[in-house]
């Protein structure tokens, strides 16, 4: 399983289509993910006191497009998906909350 934060009204649009693009795949070539033990970082680095985020739990196996694991410049390998994301890949969609301090804590329940 690979996740993906998203604010609720970007997931909101895309449910009203049958893929995902992020704000990344246009620009970049691909949408940025984490692994379960990096969400909570990720969020607390570029999303500090955000209330408005979700976590995707996408299944790359259903996906069409390449997943690579890639180094982000300071040797940890994250996943990236260079394509769009089905979003009947998606198998869980999880409320992100912050911490009191703006950092982030891995939701209870997310990958179960």
Request: charged letters at 20%; glycine letters at 8%; proline letters at 6%.
């Amino acid at each position: 399983m690979i996740y993906h934060i998203v604010s609720k009204s970007d997931w909101q649009n895309a449910e009203a289509s049958d893929t995902y693009r992020g704000d990344t795949l246009d620009t970049e070539g691909f949408i940025h993910c984490s692994t379960m033990v990096q969400v909570a970082n990720t969020g607390s680095r570029y999303y500090s006191g955000r209330t408005d985020l979700l976590i995707l739990s996408i299944d790359p196996a259903q996906l069409s497009a390449e997943v690579k694991y890639e180094d982000s410049g300071k040797g940890e390998l994250f996943p990236h998906v260079y394509g769009p994301i089905e979003n009947e890949a998606v198998l869980a969609v999880t409320a992100f909350p912050p911490q009191p301090d703006g950092s982030f804590e891995l939701p209870e329940g997310l990958g179960e």
